[in-house]
């Protein structure tokens, strides 16, 4: 079964340095999502990118935070200046089907830590 | 978004049926219903979705209340990989994004 990759599945970082999170959708999907789960609290929705463009982003997704499809497999979240508060389990997800309502797959999430 | 209420928390036993509810009163024509759950230390994972009918997959059936005001997701035989956080998240057609509220924790006994 096709399934979204996440990497790396740890990372631990000193405030104020850039991280980058990497993500494989699966492979026919045009519909990317970035989610993040802080411990113990919801799942919160932080962008959505379609065509080559942001569709939609929540006030979480600020300056500091950007995506990149660099090529035609990779979907990447860009930190740029990490904070503690970004300490937070961050979930790649991908749908084919947005517009019938369907399914987003999600990865099993990359883990970063901010000392 | 319209919001959606479920209790926090159920338990039930392994290979017994178990019903999760969820009201959402304020839903809209357009609104499907979804569930996701959340294994731990998982990513959410999508568990079925309807918009009027009741509707039946290999992991779960949904009852949709013929007002739509309320919902119920049935697993048939839980087991114990089963125990899960489950979202019940009402979406309207061509949104971009889930808006998760607090689940309800779902514990399966042995």
């Known amino acids: 079964e096709p399934e979204v990759t996440q990497t790396p599945s740890h990372q631990v970082t000193q405030m104020g340095q850039e991280v980058i999170l990497r993500c494989v959708p699966i492979?026919?999907?045009?519909?990317f999502y970035w989610y993040r789960q802080i411990l113990g609290q919801k799942v919160e929705f932080l962008v959505s990118?379609?065509?080559?463009?942001?569709?939609?982003k929540s006030e979480i997704f600020d300056d500091q935070f950007s995506v990149e499809r660099p090529d035609g497999s990779n979907f990447t979240l860009k930190i740029r200046s990490t904070k503690l508060e970004d300490s937070a389990m961050y979930f790649c997800?991908?749908?084919?089907?947005?517009?019938?309502?369907?399914?987003?797959?999600f990865g099993e999430g990359s883990r970063l830590t901010v000392l | 978004d319209a919001k959606t209420t479920q209790p926090n928390s159920m338990e039930s036993n392994e290979e017994e049926p178990v019903h999760l509810p969820c009201n959402h009163s304020?839903?809209?024509?357009?609104?499907?219903i979804h569930w996701y759950r959340q294994l731990p230390s998982q990513g959410p994972e999508y568990v079925i979705h309807?918009?009027?009918s009741n509707v039946n997959n290999r992991m779960a059936s949904l009852a949709i209340a013929e007002d739509r005001k309320s919902s119920t997701l049935i697993l048939h035989r839980a087991t114990l990989r089963d125990a899960a956080v489950y979202y019940c998240?009402?979406?309207?057609?061509?949104?971009?994004?889930?808006?998760f509220g607090q689940g309800t924790r779902l514990t399966i006994n042995p």
């Open positions: 990118f379609y065509n080559n463009e942001i569709s939609e």
């Open positions: 997800a991908s749908s084919g089907l947005q517009g019938k309502a369907g399914e987003l797959f």
């Open positions: 998240i009402l979406i309207v057609l061509g949104a971009q994004k889930l808006v």
């Open positions: 304020t839903i809209s024509g357009t609104d499907y």
């Open positions: 492979s026919n999907h045009l519909y």
């Open positions: 309807g918009l009027t």
